[in-house]
């Protein structure tokens, strides 16, 4: 337990080898997710970031003679970021983004002819979180809100990895992982990824907590040119 909230992560969460589509793995998509990374972490002239004004759910209310861009700057890319921060986690080998775009559709019909709030679209995604996102194992998502959109902890990490063989043509693969610039109880679940030759494919998710280092060993079916982390920029990191 974490601060008695966040349960113990498992080190690693398989998937099978999942490739991306091709739209989702070229130049031009990795570039976006740069851009929008590059709009919340960078620096302007008074030295403050956008994403230093405040966390994302203070809307117009981060902009201040010191950070006037703050509130495009945060809604719309962090925005973007925790959405797609949502999609990764939900995503699963079997149905891949089908729990993801369930949850996009059930947000959208339940809010036809109401008003939409940020706890009222938690509520929709705890409808459709998958086992794996409940770090508090109460059903609920305050760990992920209280981070991304309630906060403004942006973690980072350092990634490193051992290739061995194994038996029967298998391929150990060891992975560290560190977690640095964030609280104790700071949790995330980042995707590995590994290129046996046609491409990064994803084969699982890391959980880590607080600024801390994790390892997991996984055995791969084949030798892969590269292993990496978040390789399609869908968490955020510095």
Not at 63 to 89: C, E, F, H, W
Request: glycine content about 8%; overall charge negative; some cysteine.
């Amino acid at each position: 337990m974490i601060n008695g909230s966040l349960r113990d992560l498992p080190s690693f969460l398989p998937d099978c080898f999942c490739s991306r589509p091709w739209l989702e793995t070229g130049k031009d998509y990795i570039e976006f997710w740069d851009r929008l990374h590059d709009r919340i972490l960078e620096k302007n002239n008074y030295g403050v970031a956008p994403n230093d004004a405040g966390p994302l759910w203070m809307g117009l209310r981060l902009i201040s003679p010191r950070t006037a861009n703050a509130y495009q700057d945060i809604t719309y890319p962090k925005g973007a970021y925790v959405l797609q921060m949502l999609r990764s986690m939900m995503y699963s080998p079997q149905d891949q983004d089908k729990a993801f775009i369930a949850m996009m559709h059930d947000f959208v019909e339940s809010h036809r002819d109401r008003a939409a709030s940020t706890e009222s679209f938690k509520a929709i995604a705890e409808k459709h979180m998958s086992k794996n996102m409940d770090l508090a194992g109460n059903g609920r998502l305050d760990w992920f809100f209280d981070e991304w959109v309630y906060g403004t902890q942006v973690p980072r990490y350092h990634f490193e990895y051992q290739l061995s063989s194994a038996d029967a043509g298998k391929v150990k693969l060891h992975m560290t992982v560190t977690q640095s610039g964030v609280e104790d109880h700071f949790a995330m679940l980042v995707p590995v990824f590994a290129d046996f030759g046609k491409g990064m494919m994803r084969i699982g998710q890391i959980g880590i907590v607080g600024s801390s280092t994790g390892s997991a060993d996984v055995l791969l079916p084949s030798q892969p040119k590269k292993v990496a982390l978040n390789a399609f920029k869908d968490i955020l990191e510095r």
